[in-house]
């Protein structure tokens, strides 16, 4: 089986630390920017942490939106950070009830900011389910109010869901592309090698 190849999106945010963290582990990235990187092929995908609404618009704008969710529903491997999960849930919470994510492919409910603006970031110790403990790092971060009942929860934070996984997709809403620990990225390179393996299993 050749090496795998991760597409990072690169619209906004910590794309460049999620590169490096891939790096680290020996393994080849490559930026999505425009539709055209992304139908080059990539064997699973992370969304960095930014601005939600303009990561969304930035996604529609570049033709990407519909490619990515097509992806995802055919099995795609993804990685949320922070930004990135709540571009995967299906709901956002928000002043006037609830709205869809952009991608909208996880069946969870978030809510944006959900320890304040700037000055709400922060960072701690969590139990990361099949990890061990970590470091969180939250930066006006959001947390899970709901999940469904095949979403399994992964981490919480004074009781708030911070990590959950659903499939082959992975969500945090903290930032574990800031730190040194590179567990929680070969977690999701191992839900890769389990899909290509599924994949060409099928074949």
């Known amino acids: 089986m050749s090496a795998a190849r991760v597409g ?5 945010g910590a794309f460049q630390e999620h590169r490096n963290m891939l790096s ?3 393994v080849e990235s490559i930026e999505i920017r425009r539709r055209g990187d992304f139908v080059r092929g ?3 995908l992370i969304i960095p942490g930014g ?3 303009v990561v969304g618009m930035l996604l529609a704008e570049y033709g990407l939106l519909a490619p990515i969710r097509a992806a995802v529903r055919a099995g795609l491997p993804v990685f949320g950070t922070c930004a990135g ?3 995967l849930s299906k709901r956002i919470q928000t002043p006037h009830g609830t709205a869809r994510g952009p991608l909208g492919e996880m069946d969870i409910v978030t809510q944006r900011n959900a320890y ?3 000055l709400g970031s922060f960072q701690t110790t969590t139990r990361f389910e ?5 470091t969180a790092v939250f930066i006006r971060a959001p947390h899970i109010v709901q999940t469904a009942d095949h979403v399994e929860v992964l981490a919480r934070v004074n009781g708030k869901i911070v990590a959950v996984r659903q499939g082959r997709l992975l969500a945090t809403a903290f930032h574990p592309e800031l730190t040194a620990d590179t567990r929680i990225h070969q977690y999701f390179l191992a839900l890769i090698a389990t899909h290509r ?3 060409q299993a099928d074949c």
């Open 8 to 12: 990072v999106l690169a619209l906004q």
């Open 24 to 26: 680290a582990l020996g």
């Open 42 to 44: 990539v064997d699973g």
């Open 51 to 53: 601005e939600s609404t």
């Open 85 to 87: 999960l709540i571009l």
């Open 116 to 118: 304040g603006r700037q």
């Open 130 to 134: 099949g990890v061990g403990d970590v």
């Open 197 to 199: 393996t599924a994949t």
